[in-house]
């Protein structure tokens, strides 16, 4: 029987593949987090030395900060696709920064390689709120339009726009109050200058005992594991369903046997009950997506994000 041009192809490409894994890596790898050091970094510096033993190459971490996560991004899209050259970092960065930023790429410039975290956002009162459920704050601002305030970490912000989801979602109009950062938001609330604040739970939660802050709700599709007894807006009849998923994402062109590898040392990696009651801890939840799954969400976000940033005419 004659082999066909395409058999021989197939072939090939079988007998090509254990060459990925013999060579890849053999230099050190480069993870670009596109903010300031000290925050999401810390979802993979409790795993830098575990991914260094797995891939047996050192992982070097670098903050590159700027434009909402937009420049780092970018750096990393226009690095070799050779595995060498990675991002880590949350997904608006490609959904929602190079739509309200003009950044030079799109989430289709990118790779997904595997999620490890996805937190919900956040909704707390002011100490002294009259309203102490989320249902009760959503009757008194459907009562009284923009008579109550959110801060975010700025306009466009993740947390920005879960605050108008909700809002959107459930008919009533809150007045946003954009910062330069989740600090001085929160410094804001603290002060009783406004009313509410949107943002990640491991920044808010010190906060509610400290110093009487009220957890309202949070906008995940289900309760978190690390906040259970924080009900979801879809417990109240709202269509949300945010949460910020951080993950590695490589260059598009980066061959799938590399993709395929570093997916399945990372994911390893962070299956350890250690790393995931640490991230608990700080009221972070571990949640493990393969390359494909991560992809599925990356799409189905950038969509979501697109029609929300249309309606808010933030482009």
């Known amino acids: 029987m004659p082999i066909t041009r395409r058999q021989t192809l197939a072939a090939s490409a079988l007998l090509a593949r254990p060459a990925w894994a013999q060579d890849f890596p053999n230099r050190p790898i480069?993870?670009?987090?596109?903010?300031?050091?000290?925050?999401t970094d810390q979802y993979i510096r409790l795993l830098q030395n575990d991914f260094a033993q797995r891939l047996g190459q050192p992982v070097v971490i670098e903050s590159v900060v700027g434009g909402g996560g937009g420049i780092g991004a970018n750096r990393v899209r226009t690095s070799a696709p050779d595995g060498y050259a990675l991002l880590f970092g949350g997904t608006a960065a490609l959904t929602v920064v190079p739509r309200i930023q003009n950044q030079p790429y799109t989430a289709a410039d990118f790779a997904p390689v595997c999620q490890l975290v996805a937190l919900p956002i956040m909704v707390a009162a002011k100490r002294g709120?009259?309203?102490?459920?989320?249902?009760?704050?959503?009757?008194?601002?459907?009562?009284?339009?923009e008579s109550i305030?959110?801060?975010?970490?700025?306009?466009?912000?993740?947390?920005?726009?879960?605050?108008?989801?909700?809002?959107?979602?459930?008919?009533?109009?809150?007045?946003?109050?954009p910062y330069a950062g989740i600090a001085p938001a929160m410094t804001a609330l603290l002060a009783g200058d406004i009313d509410l604040v949107v943002g990640a739970p491991g920044i808010i939660m010190?906060?509610?005992?400290?110093?009487?802050?009220?957890?309202?709700?949070?906008?995940?599709?289900?309760?978190?594991?690390?906040?259970?007894?924080?009900?979801?807006?879809?417990?109240?009849?709202?269509?949300?369903?945010?949460?910020?998923?951080?993950?590695?994402?490589?260059?598009?062109?980066?061959?799938?046997?590399?993709?395929?590898?570093?997916?399945?040392?990372?994911?390893?990696?962070?299956?350890a009950?250690?790393?995931?009651?640490?991230?608990?801890r700080?009221?972070?939840?571990v949640q493990l997506q393969d390359r494909a799954q991560f992809g599925r969400a990356l799409a189905e976000e950038d969509r979501a994000m697109a029609r929300l940033i249309e309606q808010l005419a933030l482009r």
Not at 32 to 38: E, L
Not at 135 to 143: E, F, I, P
Not at 273 to 280: H, L
């Open 30 to 39: 480069r993870v670009i987090v596109p903010y300031a050091a000290g925050g």
């Open 129 to 145: 709120f009259p309203h102490r459920s989320a249902q009760a704050m959503l009757d008194a601002a459907r009562a009284r339009p």
């Open 149 to 177: 305030s959110f801060g975010s970490p700025g306009i466009g912000s993740s947390p920005h726009l879960a605050g108008e989801a909700m809002a959107r979602a459930a008919g009533v109009k809150l007045l946003h109050v």
């Open 206 to 271: 010190p906060t509610v005992e400290s110093h009487g802050i009220i957890p309202l709700a949070q906008t995940g599709a289900t309760r978190s594991a690390a906040l259970p007894d924080l009900v979801a807006l879809k417990e109240l009849g709202l269509e949300v369903d945010l949460v910020t998923r951080f993950g590695f994402f490589a260059p598009k062109q980066t061959p799938e046997p590399i993709l395929d590898h570093l997916d399945r040392l990372f994911r390893d990696a962070a299956a």
């Open 273 to 280: 009950p250690a790393y995931a009651q640490a991230m608990q």
């Open 282 to 285: 700080a009221f972070n939840e």
